[in-house]
């Protein structure tokens, strides 16, 4: 191969990504218009969609159905002996959103079965989603004396205190 088709080579290639990359550019920047197929699917998921809230937020969960929740609430401060009332009030809490409230019925649950490893790491997601990093890190760490294997408790217990660290980068 001689010099000059290494240069015309070199050149050619160097030409072909400058070509790619305006392209690419150009194409990013203006966007590629929907076809109507596609535009269709989106007015029909756009119809499905749950509510979102003032704040960006989409609302508690379609699923949870309100009568349910302040039933199974109504039941559980009725009966605050009953265990199992207690952690189904704390869960559809949980599940609604209602992290405060779903704190207030796992801790009557915690309070009459306390090695209840369930309820441990329900009182750990709620207090970790409240954004209470300190209490979450003392729920997760009394569910890992449990069961210290369970990685997915074990990440959320390191996540409390990446989030909980005074040190944090805002």
Not at 53 to 77: N, Q
Request: glycine share 6%.
């Amino acid at each position: 191969m001689s010099k000059e088709n290494i240069l015309f080579s070199v050149v050619g290639v160097l030409l072909g990504f400058i070509v790619g990359f305006a392209f690419a550019n150009t194409v990013n920047q203006r966007g590629i218009a929907p076809t109507a197929q596609a535009a269709q699917l989106a007015a029909s998921l756009l119809l499905d969609h749950p509510p979102i809230t003032g704040d960006g937020v989409a609302g508690a969960r379609p699923d949870v159905a309100t009568t349910a929740l302040r039933e199974t609430e109504k039941l559980a401060s009725d009966a605050r002996d009953n265990f199992d009332a207690q952690v189904k009030a704390g869960e559809l809490n949980y599940e609604a959103r209602h992290y405060a409230e779903a704190i207030n019925f796992w801790t009557r649950a915690n309070r009459l079965r306390s090695k209840d490893y369930d309820v441990l790491v329900g009182l750990g997601n709620a207090c970790y989603d409240a954004e209470q990093f300190e209490s979450a890190e003392k729920w997760y760490a009394a569910a890992l004396a449990k069961k210290p294997d369970v990685v997915e408790v074990r990440t959320d217990y390191g996540l409390t205190f990446v989030n909980f660290s005074p040190c944090r980068f805002v």
